[in-house]
C-alpha cells in the first residue's frame, strides 16, 4: 500500500525512481557485513551485540562518559538500520559500481550516517573495495506561523498529498481572479502546474539545513522569490514572440551590440548561470539555483522596464529580443532543472 501511494505522489511530483529495494532485500546480505567486520577486527561483541567504535572521534569513543557506539547486531541477534545500510553500500558498489551515494534525511539522523561513513570508509580500505563518494543531505524542520513544526490544527503530521491538493487549489483561484475569461479547464491546468511548482520552489529556494516557515500566501505570490513569479517572467517573454513571431536565431546576424546598463547587467547575470548550477551541485543545495533564477528575473524586469524591445531600429529590436530569448532560455532550464514546469501562458 505504501510503495502505491509513494507511486501516485512521485507522479505528481514529476519523479521517477529507476530502482526501489526496500530494507527486506538485504536480509540475507547482513550476514556477510557481520562475518567481514569481525574478521578484520572492525566489530566486536558488546553487551551482547556487535558493534564498532572510533575512538578517533569522541562521541563515538568507548571513553566517552556516554558511550555511543555503532550498533550493526542488536542483542537479540537481530539486523537493524545500521546493519542493512552497510549492506546496502556494498550492494550498490557491486553491482551498480556506485562512485557517488547521497543520502536525503532530516537532520536528526546525522550521527547514525557520519558513523555510516567512518565505519565504511575502514571497511573498505582493508577489504581493498572501491570507496564511493558518500554524502549525506539533511534538511531542517518545516515550521508552522507559530514557529512550531508545521502541523495541522489538531496536532496532526501533514500529509504530502493534502498539501499538493491545496496547492493546486488555493493556485486555481488566484488563476481565477488573474484571468476569468479563461476556460475552467485551463484554470485547472496552470493552477496545478502553478500550485506544484510553488510547493516545490518554497522547499528547494530555502537553505536546506535550516527550518523554514510555511506560508501559503507567500508561497503562491507573484512577486518575491517564489515559483508564481517566475513562471509569470517566462509566460510574459513567450507573450513578445507570439507577438513577433519570429525564431530568435534568425536575429543573430542582425544584432547589434548591447549598449545600454540593464542590458549589460542582465547579460552579465545570464552568464552566472553555470557558476549557480555548479555551485548547487558541489554543495546539494539547490537554493543557490533558486537564488540565481529569482536574481536574473529581476534583472530581467529592469530590463524589460527601461529598455523598450519593439523598437524601430531592426538591429537594436533583434538584440534586444535576443536578449529575451536568452534569458527565457535560461529561466526554463534553471526551474527544469528543479523539477518545475514552465507555462506557455498565465
Same mark, same amino acid.
Given at each position: 500500500? *505504501?510503495?502505491?501511494? $509513494?507511486?501516485? +505522489? ?22 556477510? +557485513? ?6 578484520? !577486527?572492525?566489530?566486536?561483541? @558488546? ?13 563515538? /569513543? ?17 539486523? =537493524?538500520?545500521? @546493519?542493512?545500510?552497510? %549492506? ?15 543520502? #536525503?534525511?532530516? /537532520? ?24 564511493? #563518494? ?16 508545521? &502541523?495541522?490544527? *489538531? ?27 479563461? /476556460? ?8 496545478? +502546474? ?5 510547493? &516545490? ?12 516557515? $510555511? =506560508?501559503?500566501?507567500?508561497?503562491? @505570490? $507573484?512577486?518575491?522569490?517564489? %515559483? ?8 510574459? +517573454? =513567450? ?13 543573430? *546576424?542582425? %544584432? ?25 551541485? =558541489? ?13 536574473? %528575473?529581476?534583472?530581467?524586469?529592469? $530590463? ?8 524601430? @531600429? *531592426? ?6 529580443? #535576443? ?10 532550464? !534553471? ?12
Amino acid at each position: 500500500i *505504501s510503495k502505491v501511494a $509513494f507511486d501516485q +505522489i512521485f507522479k505528481q511530483l514529476g519523479v521517477s525512481v529507476d530502482v526501489s529495494l526496500g530494507e527486506s532485500f538485504y536480509q540475507d546480505k547482513v550476514g556477510r +557485513i557481520y562475518e567481514e567486520l569481525s574478521e578484520i !577486527g572492525l566489530a566486536e561483541e @558488546s553487551q551482547g551485540a556487535l558493534v564498532v567504535w572510533h575512538d578517533e572521534v569522541k562521541k563515538f /569513543s568507548r571513553n566517552n562518559e556516554r558511550p555511543y557506539p555503532f550498533n550493526i547486531r542488536k542483542k537479540d541477534g537481530a539486523s =537493524n538500520y545500521a @546493519s542493512t545500510d552497510l %549492506a546496502t553500500v556494498l550492494y550498490r558498489v557491486e553491482t551498480y559500481r556506485a562512485q557517488e551515494v547521497i543520502y #536525503l534525511t532530516d /537532520s536528526r539522523q546525522q550521527d547514525h550516517f557520519q558513523q555510516l561513513f567512518l565505519t565504511t570508509e575502514k571497511w573498505f580500505s582493508q577489504k581493498k573495495y572501491p570507496l564511493p #563518494l558518500m554524502r549525506h543531505v539533511y534538511w531542517g524542520t518545516i515550521l508552522g506561523e507559530d514557529k512550531k513544526p508545521f &502541523k495541522t490544527k *489538531s496536532g496532526q503530521t501533514i500529509r504530502l498529498q493534502a498539501l499538493l491538493d491545496e496547492a493546486r487549489e488555493r493556485a486555481f483561484q488566484v488563476v481565477t481572479q488573474k484571468n476569468p475569461a479563461l /476556460s475552467e479547464s485551463e484554470r485547472r491546468r496552470i493552477g496545478d +502546474i502553478i500550485g506544484v511548482g510553488a510547493l &516545490k520552489y518554497a522547499d528547494l529556494s530555502s537553505n536546506r539545513t535550516l527550518d523554514y516557515e $510555511f =506560508n501559503w500566501d507567500r508561497m503562491l @505570490s $507573484f512577486e518575491g522569490n517564489t %515559483a508564481p513569479y517566475l513562471l509569470y517572467a517566462v509566460a510574459r +517573454i =513567450n507573450s513578445i514572440f507570439r507577438k513577433v513571431n519570429v525564431d530568435p536565431e534568425n536575429l543573430l *546576424s542582425e %544584432a547589434s551590440p548591447l549598449e545600454t546598463a540593464t542590458e549589460f547587467a542582465l547579460a552579465r547575470k545570464l552568464i552566472e548561470f553555470i557558476h549557480a548550477v555548479e555551485l548547487s551541485l =558541489n554543495d546539494l543545495r539547490p537554493h543557490f539555483l533558486c537564488t540565481y533564477l529569482y536574481e536574473l %528575473a529581476g534583472c530581467y524586469s529592469s $530590463f524589460y522596464n527601461s529598455d523598450k524591445v519593439m523598437v524601430d @531600429s *531592426s538591429a537594436v529590436r533583434a538584440r534586444r529580443l #535576443l536578449i529575451c530569448a536568452r534569458t527565457r532560455t535560461v529561466l526554463q532550464i !534553471g526551474l527544469n532543472l528543479l523539477g518545475i514546469s514552465t507555462l506557455e501562458r498565465m
